[in-house]
Antibody
Framework: QVTLKESGPGILQPSQTLSLTCTFSGFSLSTYGMGVGWIRQPSGKGLEWLAN???????YYNPSLKNRLTISKDTSNNQAFLKITNVDTADTATYYC???????????WGQGVMVTVSS | DIQMTQSPASLSASLGETISIECRASEDIYSNLAWYQQKSGKSPQLLIY???RLQDGVPSRFSGSGSGTQYSLKISGMQPEDEGDYFCLQGSKFPWTFGGGTKLELK
């Protein structure tokens, strides 16, 4: 059974760094072709893809976030991470992580974690 | 970036009605398209991948079709549990991009 769960700080102030953790089970990020992605959704709005990391540590980022993103993984502990530097109110959203098996777009998603940026 | 134009933005359907939702890509995405359903307060659920492949466990009333830049999701016989938001996602080229969404309600 594949499950993913996101965790994060809940609330943070502008200019701080947002650190998110995705803890998953039922698959391994050391499996050939496997990936994990991060996607966010402001309340009442659409979805925005942020970044992917693959079994071989290859990474892709959404260039719209202008080098503010860093994705990483801890294969032995079944976790993936996303950092967003210099946050502002526009980063307020629910953040999801999702499994990405090779050749298929995200199939299993976590429940999401809400992050609010406010002074 | 590839732009995904999804229509309609909202739709109201009667029980048993067949409906379609469209996504148009700004360039050829070679069938690298997925459809998701999102119910209120929940995470998206994968319905269709590779344009026309039904995800395991998804009812057969859902189907996908299309190629090139034009894709559609069809629900053959609207059910109450089909209410929700629907999104398309292109996975052909980074950055991956989503359609703007369709809100489907039961009439």
């Amino acid at each position: 059974q594949v499950t993913l769960k996101e965790s994060g700080p809940g609330i943070l102030q502008p200019s701080q760094t947002l650190s998110l953790t995705c803890t998953f089970s039922g698959f391994s990020l050391s499996t050939y072709g496997m990936g994990v992605g991060w996607i966010r959704q402001p309340s009442g709005k659409g979805l925005e893809w942020l970044a992917n990391i693959w079994w071989d540590d290859d990474k892709y980022y959404n260039p719209s976030l202008k080098n503010r993103l860093t994705i990483s993984k801890d294969t032995s502990n079944n976790q993936a991470f996303l950092k967003i530097t210099n946050v502002d109110t526009a980063d307020t959203a629910t953040y999801y992580c999702a499994r990405i098996p090779m050749g298929i777009t995200p199939d299993y998603w976590g429940q999401g974690v809400m992050v609010t940026v406010s002074s | 970036d590839i732009q995904m134009t999804q229509s309609p933005a909202s739709l109201s359907a009667s029980l048993g009605e067949t409906i379609s939702i469209e996504c148009r890509a700004s360039e050829d995405i070679y069938s690298n398209l997925a459809w998701y359903q999102q119910k209120s307060g929940k995470s998206p659920q994968l319905l269709i991948y590779a344009a026309n492949r039904l995800q395991d466990g998804v009812p057969s009333r859902f189907s996908g079709s299309g190629s090139g830049t034009q894709y559609s999701l069809k629900i053959s016989g609207m059910q109450p549990e089909d209410e929700g938001d629907y999104f398309c996602l292109q996975g052909s080229k980074f950055p991956w991009t989503f359609g703007g969404g369709t809100k489907l309600e039961l009439k």
